[in-house]
């Protein structure tokens, strides 16, 4: 009788208490997919003319047989066509330059002046350009056909400085007069020069106890020097010698020139001058946590200035700026503004797993990831 009472017992419970039905856990939201990336095995540049058309220079040195890519989008990088790829030496290791100046002229170069190609038909067709040797160089082009070459020859104890310029897309270079810079063997002694036009250029320079830019008005035959004016006072010694300043110079599109160098406080200073050298006027500090070296130019006035996310803009040359967005992401933005509203960006991560690629429709507000070319 007990048994029969915990029987009937038990049945009631589970009359009163039925099983509920189980149900397949939810599954954890899915983490968002990060942008698409090149390896960070790979060095890349990019180079964009319009919002839709742009080239990429990939650079494997990784590998046991090193070599490297030229890909062009046609469509905002929805799609990467493979143009040329080509082995590439070791001694070619260094930074990358992809320069086009229009739809169909274009430079890429490798290590400096290293390994140097040109196309004539946007990229379908490159063709390897015979460069003078010369060790520590740096090639820059004003058009397709004008171009010049700045390096260093000769034993580190007795170095010198050679410029070379070319007037038929670099078929046949002759040599100028060696440019009036302090020869320095620690750091090469000159900085990337940069040519306007087939007459005007400008380089900055080691020179000791002042901070100077030099620029020329016939083609580097000869150079006129524009003392900067900041009081120097610390940097690199030669036996005892005055300090060195160093000092770089950039072109602003259109006319000016920036240059950056070095104060007497180790801080570093950017001045511009609109008048060919003859007046500087001295630029604040970089806005928030970016450097010089962040400004990119959208024109003359127009600049921006990105890192970190956060992206600041000046339209009166540097002389103020505005914060106008900041992308709460991991990715360090570095801009190539094609006008006031569109614009490309690398994509840096920290630390390094790779680049990205990302465009922007409103003047940088919002970036939009976009695909990246692949190597195969």
């Known amino acids: ?47 964009f003319l319009t919002p839709t058309l742009g080239w990429a220079l990939v650079v494997d040195q990784a590998s046991s047989s090193p070599q490297f890519w030229v890909f062009r989008t ?42 140097v190609y040109r196309t004539a038909d946007g990229g379908g067709h490159w063709t390897a350009v015979a460069m003078p040797k010369l060790l520590l160089s740096s090639v820059f082009f004003s058009d397709p056909r004008h171009g010049w070459v700045l390096g260093s020859t000769g034993a580190l104890d007795q170095i010198a400085f050679s410029l070379f ?69 610390k940097g690199g010694f030669v036996g005892g010698n005055a300090p060195l300043a160093d000092t770089n110079v950039y072109l602003l599109p259109g006319a000016g020139v920036l240059a950056v160098t070095v104060d007497g406080s180790g801080n570093s200073v950017a001045l511009t001058s609109f008048d060919g050298g003859t007046a500087w006027r001295r630029l604040p500090a970089p806005p928030g946590e970016t450097t010089y070296a962040d400004f990119t130019f959208q ?42 509203q569109r614009a490309w960006a690398q994509m840096n991560s920290n630390p390094a797993n790779g680049t990205g690629l990302a465009t922007t429709a409103d003047g940088g507000l919002h970036w939009n990831p976009v695909s990246v070319p692949i190597p195969s």
Request: without cysteine.
């Open 74 to 115: 046609t469509d905002m990088a929805k799609h990467w066509e493979r143009q040329f790829t080509s082995p590439v030496s070791i001694s070619s290791a260094g930074r990358l330059k992809l320069q086009f100046f229009d739809r169909n002229n274009g430079l890429a170069a490798l290590g400096g002046a290293a390994a």
């Open 299 to 340: 024109d003359n006035f127009n600049w921006w200035a990105m890192r970190f996310g956060t992206l600041f803009k000046s339209s009166d040359a540097g002389q103020s700026w505005k914060q106008v967005a900041q992308q709460l992401d991991e990715w360090d933005f570095v801009p190539q503004a094609v006008d006031g």
């Open 165 to 233: 310029s070319t007037s038929d897309g670099g078929d046949h270079w002759a040599a100028l007069p060696q440019p009036p810079m302090w020869s320095f063997a620690g750091k090469g002694g000159f900085a990337d020069l940069a040519f306007r036009r087939p007459s005007e250029g400008w380089m900055g320079g080691e020179t000791p106890g002042s901070s100077t830019v030099y620029s020329t008005i016939d083609g580097g035959l000869t150079w006129q020097a524009h003392p900067l004016p900041v009081t120097t006072g």
């Open 1 to 47: 009788m007990v048994l029969a009472l915990v029987v009937i017992a038990a049945t009631g419970v589970a009359y009163l208490h039925p099983s509920l039905p189980s149900f397949p856990k939810a599954a954890a939201p899915a983490k968002p997919a990060g942008p698409p990336l090149i390896s960070d095995r790979y060095q890349v540049a990019y180079d």
